[in-house]
């Protein structure tokens, strides 16, 4: 029995080793079917060459949409299903107790139908895009829906690169997984998985790029940006923790704990606009965005997150980096992360929250533009903050080090000065790495006391020695000082911009102030003897020789008072040195706005009422010769109370603003009110630069009149209506800066820009005019009128905005915007309004300078131009057109935010093209 037992067991070898033969020949089959499906090109056909532009017209692309249809809803979910059962075989041959045969067949039963699959993906690939994308910089293209120039740009990377490179790698994985089942181990058994998510993901970008939303495209877009927000949190985390292997210094913490917010906000901006709506079903295919917006919102994010990832960056190597470079660094992040969150909210509220779903009934615009404006309010304050902490790092640390420096010189010996500088030197300090250096400047301190020169790690200390004065020990500052005293305190150390600092000022001589209380009095003195006596009024009248003695007496009289008005002050009680910067805070301001309502109701009021009586008086010279007596003595009384009137808004404006206005920099007061730190800056200006010099030339303008009305009856005096007109503009910018609405202090500040914006409209068809010699080339001609378009709208869109605020009678008085955000408008439309007539310099010298410059000046001037108003159309968008009435029973948010699209749309379109012409025009070299 042992024979036929052993026969069948050897028959059973054989049938195995058939099996395994004809599994290893199907798996060889399988093999160079993945190898076939691997030669697949799926760039372009061969018969265009790979650098020839697409042709991307309207009319081309819309022949293609049956083509492009097939592709989205037939050809990429058919390679999809069939990697699906493909991935699924090939996941089952990674175990070695599945049987191979019926996975071997399915799989070379799909191949073929992979093949077919993927040549028809080529083929309408091709015919869609048959060459090379051009970038996607198109501004006009924001109807084109599927065929934006952005979508067929990212079909075209989806297709040809993402999909192919993880179609390579999945076959060439496949072959792998099977070679290594022929040798009966265990290869690859979770990489299947990965392989089949990559993949599918790839088609589905594919598909969502041929017909996705818009809305799910943008979002995808921020994933790197994302990612590089959360690694940099992460990292944050990581950094303050104080169990950390090389912990932070005390200051770079305190420095690390000002930047949180600013990483925090950044994370939840994108989170909150992706979470509320814009991954949804149910959303919109398209967006009103061209293909240069959608660019922009792409890489503005990719660039937010790099900022947010060097930030946390400069804080680790803050310890070992000077404190000047540290600051110089974070500051330009934060600066670079306000411009970009400026351009994303100006997209997103434009273009992005009109298609989020209604929340409870109510308009998605409501809550978002609530919320757009708390985001800003709060970045701009965090921004703010961390900007202020970054300097308060840098003077500290300067700080310290100047302490440690006037160790140093008070010991002379160089023994004790080396021992003084390595018994401070700390591994920590971020001068740790340099203190040799000191050495040796302090050593050259001894060795020349009177002119000294410490360059330390980006800071520069200089000085100049005053005399020293007898019988005390003079310190640097000139000023008496004990043996161990240092020679400044720690509150003079001022900060300086950019990355060298030089605080001259901690070493200056001290400015002894002289008080002028004398010469006040002599001024008051004269003042009193100006005033008039007030028994020349109801006395007889006087014989001919006598009244004009007496007008003689009253013309210089009157002479006097006005010399007497034009010494007024207006900058800051003498009491008050004019370098102490005014405290702002709300409680101090609040206290005074008794003090502030009187200055706005009566005291200027008065001021114009009073003015006026003297301009009526000195108006008409013929009458004032016909009747000098009645009219003088009224001038006179009216000096007298003038004289009280400007004595009283001094002390008001003093009482308000006892020093200097600080810049307007404030994020957090756009619920002050009057008492905004913009609005006292304004006030500041308006009375105590502007008005002061417009009264000094008014009295100046009064006195010159009654002198030569009293040298010649025959000479012309002049008039004082010029003066007149230009004094109570003066005093009405004052009130309007007092309680004015911002709605119309706003268009005050375009004043600059618009008289540039109107003079290089002027000026750009005065360069047409047939009497100019030479005519300008016809390269030249067809430049400047690509550049129209471009000073055309920025004209209308400062004409638009200020004619519907002038419409505004009875306007609120205040805006939700913040100093800063006022401070932005006014010093960006200056520059808006000099890159304007930039562009008509450029275009004046095209045929004297080279093309190619003139191409690059354009080109800068441009890119600027769009650069500036990108922010200003969100500000406006957000701020002011809310408080627009409605137009013809249109809401003006809804009414303006069409306007805004329309007229970026025009903008953009019009900025490409002159860039385009400008390019071309260099070509002429």
Avoid at 58 to 87: E, F, G, N, Y
Avoid at 93 to 98: D, M, R, W
């Amino acid at each position: 029995m042992a024979y036929p037992i052993r026969r069948l067991v050897d028959r059973s070898r054989d049938a195995t080793g058939e099996i395994q033969a004809l599994d290893h020949h199907k798996a060889d089959l399988v093999i160079q079917g993945f190898e076939r499906l691997s030669a697949h090109e799926l760039h372009w056909p061969s018969t265009i060459p790979s650098d020839t532009p697409t042709d991307i017209s309207i009319d081309r692309l819309r022949s293609k949409r049956d083509i492009h249809a097939h592709l989205h809803s037939t050809l990429l979910p058919q390679l999809k299903q069939q990697v699906r059962i493909m991935s699924h075989a090939l996941n089952d041959l990674t175990k070695l107790k599945v049987e191979t045969a019926p996975k071997l067949e399915l799989i070379l039963a799909i191949q073929p139908r992979v093949h077919l699959s993927l040549d028809g993906i080529i083929r309408a690939t091709d015919d869609i895009i048959p060459g090379n994308v051009p970038e996607p910089t198109q501004t006009n293209d924001q109807h084109y829906q599927e065929f934006k120039g952005y979508r067929l740009h990212g079909l075209h990377e989806a297709i040809r690169e993402t999909l192919r490179s993880n179609m390579l790698e999945y076959f060439h994985i496949s072959c792998s997984i099977l070679e290594g089942r022929k040798l009966q181990t265990k290869e690859y058994p979770d990489m299947m998985y990965f392989l089949r998510y990559f993949l599918i993901r790839s088609i589905d970008a594919a598909m969502g790029w041929l017909k996705g939303s818009e809305l799910e495209i943008i979002t995808d877009s921020w994933d790197y940006g994302l990612n590089d927000i959360w690694a940099a949190g992460q990292n944050y985390i990581d950094l303050v923790d104080p169990t950390r292997k090389s912990p932070l210094s005390r200051p770079v913490l305190k420095l690390a704990q000002a930047i949180s917010p600013v990483i925090k906000m950044s994370s939840l901006f994108f989170s909150k606009i992706a979470k509320d709506g814009m991954l949804r079903d149910d959303a919109p295919l398209y967006t009103e965005m061209s293909s240069s917006q959608l660019v922009s919102l792409r890489e503005e994010a990719f660039r937010h997150g790099g900022a947010v990832a060097h930030l946390v960056r400069h804080l680790e190597e803050a310890d070992n980096t000077p404190p000047a470079l540290t600051r110089s660094r974070l500051i330009s992040e934060i600066e670079s992360l306000s411009t970009y969150f400026q351009s994303y909210l100006l997209l997103v509220g434009l273009y992005i929250v009109p298609l989020l779903p209604d929340t409870d009934g109510v308009s998605s615009q409501i809550p978002f533009k609530t919320g757009f404006l708390t985001f800003n309010t709060v970045f701009l304050t965090a921004t703010h903050n961390a900007i202020q902490a970054a300097y308060s790092f840098e003077r500290n640390q300067f700080t310290n080090f100047v302490q440690l420096w006037w160790k140093v010189y008070v010991y002379s010996e160089p023994i004790k000065l080396l021992h003084v500088v390595l018994h401070n030197a700390k591994p920590r300090t971020c001068f740790g790495l340099v203190f040799q250096r000191a050495v040796w400047a302090a050593a050259n301190y001894i060795l020349a006391p009177t002119v000294e020169v410490l360059k330390l790690g980006g800071f520069c200390i200089s000085s100049r020695h005053p005399p020293s004065r007898p019988g005390a020990d003079s310190g640097c500052c000139g000023r008496v000082i004990s043996q161990r005293e240092p020679p400044w305190p720690a509150s003079r150390i001022h900060r300086r911009s950019g990355p060298v600092v030089t605080p001259e000022v901690i070493f200056e001589p001290t400015v002894w102030l002289i008080e002028a209380r004398h010469a006040k009095n002599k001024v008051s003195k004269s003042a009193k003897m100006s005033i008039p006596n007030r028994q020349h009024v109801g006395t007889p009248d006087a014989g001919p020789g006598e009244t004009a003695a007496l007008d003689h007496h009253k013309t210089d009289l009157v002479m006097q008072g006005f010399n007497c008005l034009s010494a007024h002050q207006f900058h800051w009680p003498s009491s008050i040195p004019s370098d102490i910067p005014t405290d702002i805070s709300i409680e101090r301001l609040r206290s005074k706005r008794d003090i502030h309502d009187h200055l706005h109701s009566t005291l200027l009021p008065q001021l114009k009422h009073q003015l006026r009586i003297i301009s009526e008086a000195l108006d008409n010279p013929a009458d004032l010769r016909k009747e000098p007596c009645s009219k003088l003595q009224l001038i006179l009384d009216t000096q007298h109370t003038l004289h009280r009137t400007l004595d009283q808004i001094i002390r008001a404006v003093d009482e308000i603003i006892p020093g200097i206005v600080p810049e307007p920099i404030q994020t957090n007061d756009q619920h002050f009110q009057e008492l905004k730190c913009y609005r006292l800056h304004g006030l500041d200006e308006a009375i105590r630069s502007r008005l002061r010099i417009d009264l000094i030339n008014y009295f100046d303008t009064s006195s010159s009149i009654i002198e030569k009305i009293k040298l010649s009856k025959n000479k012309h005096p002049g008039r004082i209506n010029y003066n007149s007109i230009v004094v109570n503009r003066s005093i009405d910018l004052a009130i309007k800066w007092l309680k004015g609405s911002e709605l119309h202090i706003i268009p005050n500040l375009w004043v600059d820009a618009t008289q540039n914006i109107y003079s290089a409209y002027s000026e750009y068809f005065n360069m047409f005019r047939p009497h100019l010699e030479p005519m300008m080339s016809q390269p030249a001609t067809q430049l400047s009128r690509s550049v129209l378009p471009i000073i055309k709208l920025s004209k209308l869109f400062f004409d638009k905005l200020e004619r519907e605020a002038k419409r505004q009678k009875q306007a609120p008085l205040f805006t939700e915007m913040s100093s800063h955000q006022l401070n932005f408008l006014h010093q960006s439309a200056e520059e808006l309004g000099d890159a304007v007539m930039n562009l008509i310099f450029d275009l004046e010298d095209a045929d004297t300078h080279p093309p190619a410059d003139t191409s690059s000046y354009l080109i800068r001037n441009i890119g600027m131009l769009s650069k500036l108003f990108q922010p200003y159309v969100h500000l406006a968008e957000l701020y002011i057109a809310a408080l627009f009435p409605d137009i013809n029973g249109l809401s003006s948010q809804t009414y303006f935010r069409s306007w805004f699209v329309s007229w970026n749309t025009m903008f953009l379109t019009a900025s490409h093209n002159a860039i385009q012409a400008a390019n071309a025009f260099a070509q002429n070299d």
